[in-house]
């Protein structure tokens, strides 16, 4: 007959080795690929197993939480082995800040660490935040949200640029401009070249000439050059 003093010890040795798993820093857990060429984790420091290779694929532990890929899907688990998220994605990158962006049916989105969707999957692509924005894109025209989801400029630019020193550089109709990481754009799409803002001011190119605009749109020096 069974001891129920066994299931209590498995029990506990279970919830003891999760919460050693747990508490381990993310840079403990190395991925490495098995004889049947699933992969799993073990300890970067002394090669002990920690996760077992039953993954496609996998990527690094970030913020707690692994992307992992199993039956042609991605989702996530934690560092005691959870599913936390499950594996219905086409494909997911890894946390940053506490979000990451997910693929599924084409679409992309972004998620937080609990798997809610912050952005519906509506984008063609998206870009890792900068400065608090991410680049997206739809119908072939760029935009801007925010960590919260919101739209900050809508996506109405031919082209655009990540955030830099407050400012992203916009394409619309073959001129450039700036928007702020309000969404105001305040240096209006009227240059026909423009470079990144650097020390706060960035040179712009109108009608043959060069000038240089500050954080507020103002032409501190006029495009005469």
Not at 120 to 145: K, N, S, T
């Amino acid at each position: 007959m069974k001891n129920i003093d066994d299931d209590i010890s498995l029990s506990s040795c279970a919830n003891e080795r999760e919460e050693f798993l747990m508490q381990l820093p993310d840079a403990r857990f190395n991925y490495y690929v098995d004889d049947n060429r699933k992969l799993g984790f073990r300890d970067f420091l002394t090669s002990d197993p920690l996760i077992p290779c039953i993954y496609d694929d996998a990527g690094p532990f970030c913020e707690g939480l692994a992307n992992v890929k199993k039956e042609g899907k991605y989702g996530y688990i934690d560092k005691s082995g959870k599913e936390t998220i499950p594996c219905i994605y086409d494909f997911a990158h890894s946390f940053h800040d506490g979000l990451t962006d997910i693929q599924k049916e084409g679409k992309y989105g972004f998620i937080d660490r609990s798997g809610k969707e912050i952005t519906p999957r509506i984008y063609d692509f998206v870009y890792p935040f900068q400065e608090g924005a991410a680049m997206v894109v739809r119908e072939g025209l760029y935009g801007f949200i925010n960590k919260a989801g919101d739209e900050l400029a809508p996506c109405i630019y031919n082209s655009a640029y990540p955030f830099q020193e407050g400012a992203a550089m916009v394409v619309r109709e073959e001129k450039y401009g700036f928007v702020n990481t309000s969404g105001e754009e305040f240096a209006p799409c009227i240059y026909d070249d423009a470079g990144l803002f650097q020390g706060g001011m960035a040179i712009v190119y109108k009608e043959g000439k060069y000038g240089f605009i500050d954080r507020s749109g103002q032409e501190v020096v006029p495009c005469i050059y």
